[in-house]
């Protein structure tokens, strides 16, 4: 079955630093892995996603995810945080077969300090 | 706007109330899902609607009953529900059929609900 791991439930950074937010994720296929990002009160909004190519992928907000197959694992990073960026934000796997549904990490909140 | 709309964003409800949580997209989009997000609790899965047809139920208790008339448009129908009912509800919808997943999902921003 396919499960998705975000081993950090927490992470601070300061402002003006880079960020990393760990996703690891077990499928027995090539999956289709995304990045949400959820403000308080409010739905998920995708930042990115990757099916195939490149696997370096740009998203939205200045956020870039890189697919590493033997690591099983889609890191989201960002190299300088603005305080805009605090939230909560989940990695999540599908696959091609119909009917089914993503399946998402618990999330990581995201705290900036100034 | 994200093109997914649900209403109402906040639900107040007894526990003998009947209430019914809506979803609505216009984005040409053919499958629809709820999702429950309670605190420190991953997003879980309650129903998945594929071309009008629901092909998933994750053993969600009969107290919570979807309806999809059409494509555009999604309901929960909820009566009797217990105070650990109490969520954010969240509506998404996606291009259905194989492949569905490929395009990741559009989300609205959800319905808070607290059942007293």
């Known amino acids: 079955a396919q499960s998705v791991t975000q081993p950090d439930i927490h992470i601070t950074v300061s402002e003006g630093a880079s960020l990393e937010l760990r996703c690891n994720y077990s499928y027995g296929a090539t999956p289709y892995l995304f990045w949400y990002v959820q403000s308080p009160g409010q739905g998920l909004q995708l930042l990115l996603k990757?099916?195939?190519?490149?696997?370096l992928v740009q998203g939205i907000k200045g956020f870039e995810a890189e697919f590493k197959r033997s690591q099983s694992s889609f890191n989201l990073r960002k190299p300088s945080v603005h305080w805009s960026d605090a939230a909560e934000y989940f990695c999540?796997?599908?696959?091609?077969?119909?009917?089914?549904?993503?399946?998402f990490g618990k999330g990581t909140t995201l705290s900036v300090s100034s | 706007e994200t093109g997914v709309t649900q209403t109402p964003r906040h639900l107040v409800m007894g526990m003998t109330n009947k209430k019914s949580l809506k979803c609505e997209q216009h984005l040409g989009h053919n499958a629809m899902y709820w999702y429950k997000q309670s605190a420190k609790k991953p997003l879980e899965l309650m129903f998945v609607y594929s071309l009008e047809e629901r092909v998933e139920n994750n053993s969600v208790p009969s107290r919570f009953s979807p309806e999809c008339p059409n494509s555009s448009h999604l309901f929960l129908h909820l009566h009797t529900l217990q105070p650990e009912d109490s969520a954010l509800y969240l509506c998404?919808?996606?291009?259905?059929?194989?492949?569905?997943?490929?395009?990741?999902?559009?989300f609205g921003s959800g319905t808070r609900l607290t059942v007293v």
């Open positions: 998404a919808s996606s291009q259905g059929g194989q492949g569905a997943s490929l395009y990741g999902y559009t």
């Open positions: 990757y099916f195939s190519g490149d696997t």
């Open positions: 999540a796997v599908g696959t091609y077969q119909a009917g089914t549904a993503l399946i």
